[in-house]
């Protein structure tokens, strides 16, 4: 797939590995819509992006992936811009870390719904625009996470575990459409997701590491569909 002209939809673009992912897509001539939960916040990212590469295409969309109408306003948004969709991300997460004894039923929810469920809507909503186009690209950013599970993660396990499966599913439900579904499953990466990235950041990936595998991914050949890959730090820390 050429990149330039297009147009790719990133959930959670504001920051770490969903910004890196749009920065990397606009570098090579998409035209982009990063979609966040703050308005202001999704604005300044989008300027900031467009700010950096000439005659860059960037749109800010407010939505929260867990509701199923804001998802399905923001892909009209896009086509009605852009002309269609051939790209889509599911990058936008959250991380709640504690004991299953200790988790609240919101803390729960809100991992479940966001990780799992947003996934889930932001597909359903962007297939009919991808089949118009004849197909393209689903990609998930998951979670190393989804098969080797730890304590207090007891939620954020579930929820890519979900993913993975969720994953496998559709890519076997669209592929004769022409719509390659693959996912992502960093390992340790240095950002601030879920208060826990700072004390690996002398050895952890960098979010400019997993938008170099999306961007590879993209750009394989029409008959190739690498489906899973996972991706991890070449020297963690020895035990």
Known sequence: MQLAGKVAVVTGGTRGIGNAIARQLVERGAAVAI???????????????????ESASVMAVQADVRQYDE????????????????IVVNNAGVGKFSSVAEMSLDEWRAVIDTNLTGV????????????VRGGGWIINVSSLAGKNAFPEASAYCASKSGLNAFSEALMQEVRHDGIRVSYVMPGSVATD???RGSEKSDWALRAEDVAEVVVDLLNHPARSLPSRVEIR???????
């Open 120 to 131: 889930f809507h932001c597909c359903r909503a962007a297939l009919p625009y991808l089949r």
């Open 193 to 195: 997701f879920g208060g």
């Open 71 to 86: 998802v399905q306003r923001s892909f009209d948004r896009v086509v009605e811009r852009f002309g269609g969709v051939d």
């Open 35 to 53: 979609t966040g939960t703050n308005q202001t916040t999704v604005e300044a990212a989008a300027e900031e992006l467009g700010a950096e590469v």
């Open 233 to 239: 730090p070449s020297r963690p820390p020895k035990k």
